[in-house]
């Protein structure tokens, strides 16, 4: 069902918007729309402009927020004041202010440390005082690493013919790591060489003691001191937020309440009478919020409220809101899925209910397998709060059903009797065409009968926007339902064998409907009383007509026959079930091997569950709503929940 909406406007002085956002709006669901555009007609309008104060601090506490392991905003609600929530986020700012600033210096030391240890770790089996190195008067020294093909080229071919020391210090898969000697009046020269052959060259700061391994030990050192006084402020900053955790979370709804109420000021308008500014809001509330509402603000003074019941009177489309049973809630994610419904059309999310979990349940008729689903998708909805698993809980209660009227359980079919029949053997003695699955007979009636049903539906929703050719000469009209009731009682009185009453219904009811079908729009012309009745093109209307007129009549042989399916997986279970137990030596007799017969039944039961999940949602899709829905509707999208921000 679709809620009844209405259309409010809210007046009052401009300072006292905050005040009736927080006081009223805020407990209520209303969809704001903009002020300017709904208001075209009202003169003197301009936009409410101001800059958000709360916007700074929200940010701070959303930051503050991160710093959290969990989340604070899940912390019991505190009763702060605006005011309080800012020094609240303000005081703890600047607390870790501080704090991360000395972190950040540490972490930034931290980094230069370890890049220096990753730099001498190379030449640990020097074993040289780095600091007399470094001091070197006239000869040069340089660290670094070369690629082991030119390495081995180098001392091939280039090592005995230069002025140069090399110590080869460490080697890995790619590398090669080295410090060369270099006499200080060659050192461009013998650079520039190194330099070709790839030499990749570290530079060691001078702070260094000792040798290599002293120096990577005393870096070591600094470093571990460094995480560790990283991790006494982290323990700092922990022990400080944990402390004002409750305040904290408090001080974050309490800014983001007023936050997003100070931003109800980008849909509003501001109007001016005589030396006094007034505010202007406007949107959609349901019916019942409306109502109580307006009971609500008639005692004060400073607010006050406009209700527009005539719709047309109004820019915007209503919005739509779903209102329906608990059962079938959650098969309104198929219908977002096509698309919502307008607000004037019919809302098919109870029909698609009941029409889903009918259709799987006679295409997968299993007790046990039926159970299965019925508990699984139960117990995954209370976990999870899946919409899936709860429409597969409803599934699995028609399964369930099915499995009793063909006399299956978990594929056996001599544990019970069938209520009904079993959809395997079940034959039917049809004229011209002889046996026939009694299921397939059953699954087209059943088509037929809800094509009908979904032509009904269409002749409501056209009379309802009012659209004349739609509700009575459409395909799917009042002209339709003539034509389609017409052959299916046809085709019931020849298979029950009474031929010449069919004859009599078929020549009565046969050409009229068509006709009509057939001169939909001028007779649409007619009925709305327009000056031109035919198209000027005579010819090509004509033409065009016989042929709409011929792939309707393929429609509906078509549409009618795609409900076969739904028989054919009936069958289709059972044979499969039937393969399962074969395979498990059930067939034979004896005892049967019980690990194939679970696993089969898993199997069946997910792969086979899946595809006629898939199958009916396309009838549902293709054979139902595009019949009479259109799901052009808009989603009803609340400023804020009820009950939101009462803290």
Same mark, same amino acid.
């Given at each position: 069902m679709i809620e009844k909406?209405?259309? *409010?406007?809210?007046?009052?002085?401009?300072?006292?918007? /905050?005040?009736?956002?927080? &006081?009223?709006?805020?407990?209520?669901?209303? !969809?704001?729309?903009?002020?300017?555009?709904?208001?075209?007609?009202?003169?003197?309008?301009?936009?409410?402009?101001?800059?958000?104060?709360?916007?700074?601090?929200? %940010?701070?506490?959303? %930051?503050?927020?991160?710093?959290? &392991?969990?989340?604070?905003?899940?912390?019991?609600?505190?009763k702060v004041s605006l005011s309080q929530a800012v020094s609240i986020v303000r005081e703890l700012d600047s607390q870790l202010k501080d704090l991360n600033e000395k972190k950040e210096e540490l972490e930034r030391q931290a980094n230069v440390l370890s890049v220096s240890m990753n730099n001498v770790i190379p030449f640990a089996n020097l074993n040289?005082?780095?600091?007399?190195?470094?001091?070197?008067?006239?000869?040069?020294?340089?660290?670094?690493r070369m690629p082991h093909d030119y390495y081995q080229?180098?001392?091939?071919?280039?090592?005995?013919?230069?002025?140069?020391?090399?110590?080869?210090? !460490?080697?890995?898969? /790619?590398?090669?790591?080295?410090?060369?000697?270099?006499?200080?009046?060659?050192?461009?020269?013998?650079?520039?060489?190194?330099?070709?052959?790839?030499?990749?060259?570290?530079?060691?700061?001078?702070?260094?003691?000792?040798?290599?391994?002293?120096?990577?030990?005393?870096?070591?050192?600094?470093?571990?001191?460094?995480?560790? !006084?990283?991790?006494?402020?982290?323990? !700092?900053?922990?022990?400080?937020l944990d402390s004002r955790k409750t305040d904290l979370a408090a001080a974050y709804q309490k800014l983001k309440t007023y936050s997003t109420n100070f931003d109800v000021r980008k849909l509003a308008a501001c109007t001016k009478h005589d030396e006094h500014t007034f505010y202007i809001l406007c949107g959609w509330m349901s019916k019942t919020d409306a109502d109580a509402f307006q009971k609500e603000i008639e005692q004060d003074g400073n607010a006050f409220c406009f209700v527009e019941n005539?719709?047309?009177?109004?820019?915007?489309?209503?919005?739509?809101?779903?209102?329906?049973?608990? *059962?079938?809630?959650?098969?309104?994610?198929?219908?977002?899925?096509?698309?919502?419904?307008?607000?004037?059309?019919?809302?098919?999310?109870?029909? *698609?209910?009941?029409?889903?979990?009918?259709?799987?349940?006679?295409?997968f008729g299993d007790v046990g397998q039926g159970l299965c689903l019925l508990i699984g998708g139960f117990l995954l909805y209370r976990a999870k709060k899946m919409n899936l698993a709860a429409i597969i809980s409803c599934c699995g209660v028609f399964s369930t059903i099915f499995g009793f009227l063909f006399g299956s359980v978990f594929g056996f079919e001599n544990i019970i009797e069938p209520v009904w029949l079993h959809p395997k053997s079940a034959m039917t003695k049809l004229p011209f065409i002889g046996n026939l699955n009694t299921v397939f007979v059953v699954a087209v009636a059943m088509g037929m009968f809800i094509v009908l049903m979904t032509m009904i539906l269409n002749v409501i929703n056209s009379l309802r926007t009012h659209d004349v050719e739609k509700a009575w000469f459409d395909t799917n009209g009042a002209a339709g339902i003539v034509f389609y009731s017409a052959l299916?009682?046809?085709?019931?009185?020849?298979?029950?064998?009474?031929?010449?009453?069919?004859?009599?219904?078929?020549?009565?009811?046969?050409?009229?409907p068509l006709l009509a079908i057939f001169f939909k729009e001028p007779l649409t012309a007619l009925v709305e009383k327009k000056a031109r009745i035919m198209p000027e093109k005579k010819g090509m209307f004509f033409v065009q007509g016989f042929f709409e007129l011929f792939e309707v009549l393929l429609s509906y042989f078509s549409n009618t026959l795609s409900f076969v399916r739904v028989g054919a997986f009936a069958v289709s279970h059972a044979a499969m079930m039937e393969v399962v137990l074969m395979l498990a030596g059930a067939e034979a007799g004896g005892n049967p091997n019980w690990l194939v017969i679970i696993l089969g039944n898993l199997f069946v039961c997910g792969m086979e569950g899946l595809i006629v999940g898939i199958q009916v949602l396309r009838l549902e899709y293709y054979e139902l709503f595009s019949r009479f829905y259109k799901g052009t509707g808009r989603e009803f999208k609340p400023y804020g929940q009820k009950d939101q921000n009462k803290a």
């Open positions: 909406m209405k259309f *409010l406007s809210i007046t009052g002085p401009k300072d006292d918007i /905050d005040r009736v956002v927080e &006081q009223y709006l805020s407990k209520y669901e209303i !969809q704001l729309e903009n002020a300017l555009s709904e208001l075209k007609t009202v003169g003197s309008l301009r936009p409410f402009l101001e800059t958000n104060p709360y916007k700074g601090e929200l %940010q701070t506490a959303e %930051q503050l927020i991160g710093s959290f &392991q969990g989340s604070p905003a899940d912390e019991p609600a505190k040289y005082d780095l600091k007399d190195l470094l001091h070197f008067k006239y000869v040069k020294f340089r660290f670094g080229k180098f001392m091939t071919y280039v090592y005995n013919t230069i002025d140069t020391v090399v110590h080869t210090c !460490q080697e890995d898969a /790619d590398y090669v790591w080295i410090v060369y000697f270099v006499p200080e009046a060659l050192c461009d020269k013998i650079d520039a060489i190194y330099a070709s052959l790839h030499f990749e060259r570290f530079f060691l700061p001078d702070e260094y003691e000792g040798t290599p391994v002293e120096a990577t030990h005393e870096l070591e050192k600094r470093l571990a001191d460094a995480c560790g !006084q990283i991790r006494d402020i982290d323990s !700092q900053i922990a022990a400080v005539n719709h047309d009177n109004i820019f915007s489309k209503p919005p739509t809101k779903l209102k329906n049973p608990r *059962l079938f809630k959650p098969f309104e994610m198929f219908i977002r899925m096509y698309g919502l419904p307008s607000y004037d059309e019919f809302d098919p999310t109870m029909i *698609l209910g009941l029409t889903y979990s009918f259709l799987f349940g006679f295409m299916t009682v046809t085709v019931f009185l020849y298979m029950s064998g009474r031929a010449l009453p069919a004859t009599i219904v078929l020549a009565v009811m046969f050409l009229l």
